[in-house]
T-cell receptor, first 112, second 115 residues
């Protein structure tokens, strides 16, 4: 699976959009981009995933650049409860198991 | 809602003890996973299983074994616990391998301390 690079930490004011970048310059054509987050003392939680097109769900939006070498997770109106570590993962979706390789993620702190 | 439960939130064991960490999921998921999480290292995959009695090594299997006798239960075994196995252990499960079915659901974790 391709390696990802994320900033170690970011701050965001409550109510503003949080834009979390991820670099995956070695991504292959058949690799998806997944985002998970981990709130303190809990297990990671799935947020969103995509292949080429931008994606949106009730939690967030995922913007993938045309060359697919980077992506941005957008939390449109961050709240204090969005304070968490956010993981960007790229992986091939094949049959037989779907292991994820987590990096160290971005610690997002949402403040008043 | 999918529920993944782990037998203990906190566990303290002595060096050399055999340790069993149990994980149960209630949604008939095919795949189950064991990770450990350490500060500065993120989550690292120990073992995973995508069918009963099937197991595959992850990135750091040394010192661990697993058992999956029933679909809903995946056990992590430390044959002889060592202090460097002090960590947070997270279990996860997923339905399948395509699209949203790839989503992994995590348990709350077991913080294991080996003295």
């Amino acid at each position: 699976d391709a390696k990802t690079t994320q900033p170690t930490s970011m701050d965001c004011a409550e109510g503003r959009a949080a834009n979390l970048p991820c670099n995956h310059s070695t991504i292959s054509g058949n690799e998806y981009v997944y985002w998970y987050r981990q709130i303190h003392s809990q297990g990671p939680q799935y947020i969103i995933h995509g292949l080429k097109n931008n994606e949106t769900n009730e939690m967030a939006s995922l913007i993938i650049t045309e060359d697919r070498k980077s992506s941005t997770l957008i939390l449109p109106h961050a709240t204090l409860r969005d304070t968490a570590v956010y993981y960007c993962i790229v992986r091939v979706v094949t049959g037989g198991g779907n292991k994820l390789t987590f990096g160290t993620g971005t610690q997002l702190k949402v403040e008043l | 809602d999918v529920k993944v439960t782990q037998s203990s939130r906190y566990l303290v064991k002595r060096t050399g003890e055999k340790v069993f960490l149990e994980c149960v999921q209630d949604m008939d998921h095919e795949n189950m996973f064991w990770y450990r999480q350490d500060p500065g290292l993120g989550l690292r995959l120990i073992y995973f299983s995508y069918d009963v009695k099937m197991k595959e090594k992850g990135d750091i299997p040394e010192g661990y074994s697993v058992s999956r006798e029933k679909k809903e239960r995946f056990s992590l075994i430390l044959e002889s616990a060592s202090t460097n196995q002090t960590s947070m252990y997270l279990c996860a499960s997923s339905l399948g391998t395509s699209g949203r079915a790839n989503e992994q659901f995590f348990g709350p974790g077991t913080r294991l301390t080996v003295l």
